[in-house]
């Protein structure tokens, strides 16, 4: 699918409120299965080693070189992480490689990012990804729970774990996507706070050779929002999510001066 197509995909897809779809075709013959043997936690020192060595010396030097030239990446409130060492970060996914304008907006080293089960790829690519530290999902319930203790693991020992509760990626769309509850499940569970990330738009002036407008990014971080032990579980996990989404919405409507609608209906100015 070529990103023309894509993004009228997108349009099809909001006029018909199907936003947590997924837009690209899935060709699983691409795609490792996630099994029982997936290494959430590496454990061996030679695995230690590789993924660090290709962080450091492969997608370190491509991640610079992406937020430098390609993103020209900004950072808005960076200071709300200041104190939090174990978090669970929200952001809307627009790019297949806007974990790099995450982590470079977060300055964490300590960084993993929750995937759907057809990110754990074949090639170098996939490689990549999992030294960079992807926790794919899957639809076992056996293999899930793998998933769940290393999201605790990783969260005990003072990391970021990054969810998509979008579910999805639209490419380069501007609008905040209703989310789902994922995320928010698991910081009530590992009693952790939610700091949202929404990712802005900036007009480049420029074409690519499709005639597509070339966008920069801002990354916006905001205040956490945390857990409350005095509500009970499913209604906690709406509160946080529905504040979540309440922080994009605002985003949103402050950074390109409209109000959000749906529908494929243009949105009033300000």
């Not at 999201?151 to 209703?178: A, C, G, T």
């Not at 504040?243 to 949103?252: L, P």
Request: glycine share 4%; with cysteine.
């Amino acid at each position: 699918m070529t990103i023309k197509e894509h993004i009228e995909k997108c349009k099809e897809y909001e006029k018909d409120g199907k936003f947590n779809e997924d837009i690209n075709p899935v060709d699983w013959n691409q795609c490792y299965p996630v099994t029982e043997n997936f290494e959430y936690i590496p454990r061996s020192m030679g695995a230690k080693f590789s993924n660090w060595f290709k962080r450091t010396f492969i997608i370190s030097p491509f991640s610079w070189k992406q937020n430098k030239f390609i993103y020209k990446t900004k950072v808005n409130g960076r200071e709300n992480l200041k104190g939090i060492k174990s978090a669970i970060l929200t952001s809307n996914h627009i790019d297949i490689f806007d974990c790099l304008a995450i982590k470079y907006a977060t300055r964490k080293k300590k960084i993993k990012y929750v995937v759907a089960e057809y990110n754990n790829r074949k090639g170098l690519l996939g490689d990549m990804m999992r030294a960079q530290g992807i926790l794919p999902l899957s639809k076992k319930l056996s293999v899930m729970k793998y998933f769940s203790n290393a999201i605790e693991h990783y969260l005990l020992n003072d990391n970021f774990v990054v969810f998509y509760p979008e579910q999805s990626m639209w490419y380069m769309y501007e609008k905040p996507r209703p989310l789902r509850d994922g995320a928010f499940h698991y910081a009530k569970k590992f009693n952790v706070p939610i700091v949202p990330i929404f990712i802005t738009f900036r007009d480049s002036g420029k074409l690519n050779k499709d005639g597509i407008k070339i966008k920069y990014l801002t990354v916006n971080i905001f205040k956490p929002i945390y857990p409350d032990e005095s509500v009970v579980k499913n209604d906690d996990i709406e509160r946080m999510r529905l504040e979540n989404e309440s922080v994009c919405k605002d985003c949103y409507e402050k950074f390109y001066s409209k109000k959000l609608i749906y529908g494929g209906k243009e949105d009033e100015i300000l």
